[in-house]
């Protein structure tokens, strides 16, 4: 629920309100970071009331839970610390096993290019079939007792089951922050030996931490020593300050173009539906990779065209990458374009390791190996 985007959330609860008051429906939200719902949500123009019925645990004794299943012990940053990104890489290859996320994927591949040999790398820039199996490969290892490092974006935030006994996240929001402390010590293995999981927060240097959810965090950290960010109050100020810094919580006027048709029955559902989006792409550009078996698929496709069937096999082989970087694929002649669907022609652009590669200079340098 946390990954509800807040610039849709005024639309997105009224329809939940509405399908709990017309029809009695039930809403069931899953989280461990659970945002603010109910009650007046925001404090400028865009200010809207959430949730009329309250959201209700439905544990009953949810605050002993917290500390039942303490399971890591947070480090944050010392105030004005930075490091970069030798010195994490450095800090990072003197653990085993231990799993480093960071904000971007830029941030993930400059990180990775400077880790040692057999570290796994997990980011947007691969294709989801390739994402499925190194998560797989990661799971083994762990399975196995086997050495594994492993540098991440928040892909792995949310969805992905894996526990490390190490793990290393670059300053985020505070949902951020301990959804990813939820892979470490995750089955809590450490506990059994009298241990705790290790969680250390840091600051990368020359990042702009552009965020709301950084800056609530940060302001919250300033009149605590975080050791008590995982009960339910702390989270509840937490979206209380992040909601606070927003200016809008329903930027294309959904409720605009939903509801001031009521009086002359007039709705534009088209216009609504096109302009939401909880998944902004209209500025980025999906091209499809020949990673494994996707190597095939596109010859099937250049062969018979793009037949439904083989349209949804190929969608595990799909990344989408800025408009701005399709344009400088396409001048170096690595995409082709066949009924409309965007292929990378060069496989020597897509590394088996980290994915599709933009970087002029890391091309040469794989093109070398």
């Known amino acids: 629920a946390q990954m509800l985007p807040v610039e849709f959330l005024h639309p997105i609860l009224d329809v939940l309100q509405s399908l709990q008051a017309s029809f009695k429906a039930s809403i069931l939200f899953t989280t461990a970071t659970l945002p603010v719902f109910s009650g007046r949500i925001g404090t400028g123009p865009g200010a809207f009331d959430g949730l009329k019925t309250p959201v209700t645990e439905i544990t009953s004794v949810h605050d002993n839970l917290f500390e039942a299943f303490k399971r890591v012990e947070l480090h944050w940053p010392e105030p004005g610390t930075t490091t970069n990104f030798d010195e994490l890489a450095d800090e990072l290859s003197g653990y085993d096993c231990v799993l480093c996320i960071v904000n971007t994927r830029k941030d993930a591949r400059e990180l990775y290019r400077r880790m040692p040999e057999g570290t796994l790398h997990l ?22 007792n086997e050495p594994v490092r492993v540098i991440s974006t928040q892909l792995v935030e949310a969805g992905v089951d894996i526990d490390f006994p190490v793990v290393y996240r670059a300053f ?181 390791r980290a994915g599709l590669v933009l970087d002029g200079a890391w091309v040469e340098e794989l093109l070398l190996m």
């Open 123 to 144: 980011s947007r820039m691969m294709c989801s079939a390739h994402i499925m199996e190194v998560i797989k490969l990661i799971k083994q290892k762990l399975k196995d």
């Open 172 to 352: 985020a929001g505070l949902d951020s922050i301990i959804q990813a402390a939820g892979r470490c010590n995750r089955e809590g293995k450490l506990n059994h030996v009298g241990k705790l999981g290790q969680v250390f927060v840091f600051n990368l240097e020359n990042t702009l931490l552009r965020g709301k959810g950084a800056a609530a965090l940060r302001e919250i950290l300033s009149v605590s020593d975080g050791s008590d960010l995982f009960s339910p109050e702390c989270m509840a100020q937490y979206f209380s300050l992040f909601y606070s810094n927003c200016n809008t919580f329903d930027k294309a006027n959904i409720k605009g173009l939903l509801y001031k048709g009521f009086a002359e029955m007039h709705f534009m559902f088209a216009t609504a539906a096109e302009k939401f989006r909880l998944i902004d792409d209209k500025d980025s550009v999906s091209i499809l990779v020949g990673y494994g078996d996707g190597a095939t698929l596109l010859e099937e496709l250049k062969r018979i065209g793009p037949e439904f069937w083989l349209l949804r096999k190929l969608q595990q082989y799909s990344v989408s990458i800025r408009k701005w970087d399709f344009e400088q694929l396409c001048k170096q002649g690595t995409v082709g374009v066949y009924a409309g669907i965007f292929i990378l022609e060069d496989g020597r652009c897509y590394d088996e």
